[in-house]
């Protein structure tokens, strides 16, 4: 299957302090 | 000891890696050379990296485009990818630069790179805005105006994600269509 995200799982990464 | 999930480390990855161009217009140079790839990513975090440090549409000169295309198809109608295909076109008032340029263009690119439009996801190029002073536009790009069900459907979940009321009407035309059209309009091959 395809690697789907919806746009409230994505907008929930925008502010997300970044990976180390 | 802390256990950490591979959630904590891990960044998520796309199903496509995505390349964001940009347009300046500068008439002193040719088409081609007015128009940069700026980044690659393939992840949601360098989506978000490079969203938050790059300009939002309404802030570009007039003349200027992004353009969020699938990695190795150029945001021309010539590449192979895109010479068959067409876009469902968004055309906004300039009242619209304001209070939906920015706001649509996101969920455009939020579309595209959470793969909404389901297995129809494959016929999607890229997107494009067009920022102008006339009216600005935004666009998804599909690979082929005789795939109806995908254009379609695309057509019907993108009208949705953007809240575009029922009554009002979207269109979709072909790159052919456009590139050879006489008059400021050109013919709809789809509408949602």
New interface residues.
């Given amino acids: 299957g395809?690697?789907?995200?919806?746009?409230d799982?994505?907008?929930g990464?925008?502010?997300?302090p970044?990976?180390? | 000891q802390e256990i950490v999930s591979p959630e904590d480390y891990i960044k998520h990855p796309l199903q496509n890696r995505w390349a964001l161009w940009f347009f300046k217009n500068d008439k002193s140079k040719t088409w081609q050379a007015n128009l940069r790839l700026i980044s690659k990513f393939d992840t949601v975090e360098d989506f978000w990296a490079l969203y938050n440090h790059i300009q939002l549409s309404s802030n570009l000169m007039s003349g200027c485009d992004y353009c969020l295309f699938k990695d190795g198809i150029e945001p021309m109608w010539e590449d192979e990818r895109n010479k068959r295909g067409g876009r469902w076109l968004i055309t906004l008032s300039k009242q619209q630069r304001r209070a939906d340029l920015d706001r649509f263009w996101l969920e455009t690119l939020l579309c595209l790179v959470g793969e909404a439009f389901d297995d129809h996801s494959d016929d999607v190029c890229g997107a494009v805005v067009n920022v102008r002073a006339k009216g600005d536009k935004i666009s998804i790009w599909t690979t082929d105006f005789e795939n109806k069900d995908a254009i379609v459907h695309i057509g019907q979940v993108y009208k949705d994600r953007l809240g575009v009321p029922p009554k009002v009407i979207i269109g979709y035309q072909s790159h052919t269509d456009t590139a050879t059209k006489s008059g400021s309009t050109t013919k709809n091959k789809f509408v949602v």
Wanted: charged share 20%.
């Fill in positions: 395809k690697r789907q995200y919806n746009r799982f994505l907008l990464f925008q502010f997300m970044a990976c180390v």
